[in-house]
């Protein structure tokens, strides 16, 4: 009876290197849907509407989890940033604001770009964009 | 071809959702306190069809909804949402040559309280949903 006795080695270290592996493409994917997360509030803030810059400028990009289960989050801290974003029918569009003062400028300015559904319209207008950014920066072919 | 808050419109009207609310289409007048106003929104655009390259798209809608009373107002909303959801193989006849089946009203979040409103002296609660439809015309 002829016998065949093999071993390996090297075994723990193939295991290791997969693993290693496995969490590189995790922060690399993370790394991407940040990109994508950024790349949308940029977009969302060319459509909020603008005074005197608070709503704007409350937008934030906020990722919690690590690697693959990363969960980012775009959105406005404002405290009104719902009521602007929900009001659709925009009918003072392009009328003075008011009182004036305090007030200023045009409703849903500046020049005329801003509208409602500020944050809702690039995340899905943008879907394409955001996958190809999430694509090139975790390496996904 | 009927804007999909059009045809969303009539078909509340078929089923009697509003009631006593006075509804409208894309824009709402100051009057009266007690309204509903349906848009049209940001929809999804899926992709084509490999077959014939049909775009498919969902039209995007919103219902918002004003009222002096907080609870009626809720409460109404909460109804009308109820009434989306429950949206299947509708058939909306917006003329003798315009026939629609909406085949489904997909939320796509839960009521949103925006607040108050205060239009002369009166301080009215407003109220949206928002929601994806599938529609397609017979």
Known sequence: MAQLYASMQGGPTVIRNMGAVTRSMGDRVADGLRAAGLALQRASQELAPVEYGNLKASAYTRSTGR??????????????????????????????????????????DPQGRAQAKFLETPSR??????????????NIT | MSSPADILY?????????????????????????????????????GRLMLNGAVIEH???????????YTEGQAKMAALASVLDGVRNNTVAMGS??????????????INYLGIEIVNDRRRHLFTVNAILTLSQS
């Not at chain 1, 207008?125 to 975790?138: C, L």
């Not at chain 2, 509003?18 to 894309?26: L, N, R």
């Open chain 2, 97 to 110: 040559d315009e026939i629609y089946s909406l085949t489904n009203v997909s939320r796509t979040g839960t």
């Open chain 2, 59 to 69: 039209p995007g809608i919103q219902i918002a909804l004003r009222s002096l009373d």
């Open chain 1, 125 to 138: 207008t943008m879907h394409p964009q955001m996958i190809a950014i999430i694509r090139r920066i975790a």
């Open chain 2, 10 to 46: 009539t078909l509340l009207e078929d089923l009697d959702s509003f009631q006593t609310w006075t509804a409208f289409v894309s824009y709402m007048p100051d009057t009266p306190d007690k309204a509903i106003c349906i848009y049209d929104t940001t929809g999804v655009k899926d």
């Open chain 1, 67 to 108: 690697g693959f289960d990363t969960v980012v989050e775009v959105g406005y801290t404002a405290s009104y940033a719902l009521y602007v974003h929900e009001k659709v029918g925009m009918v003072l569009q392009g009328q003075a604001r008011q009182p004036s003062p305090p007030h200023m400028g045009r409703y849903w």
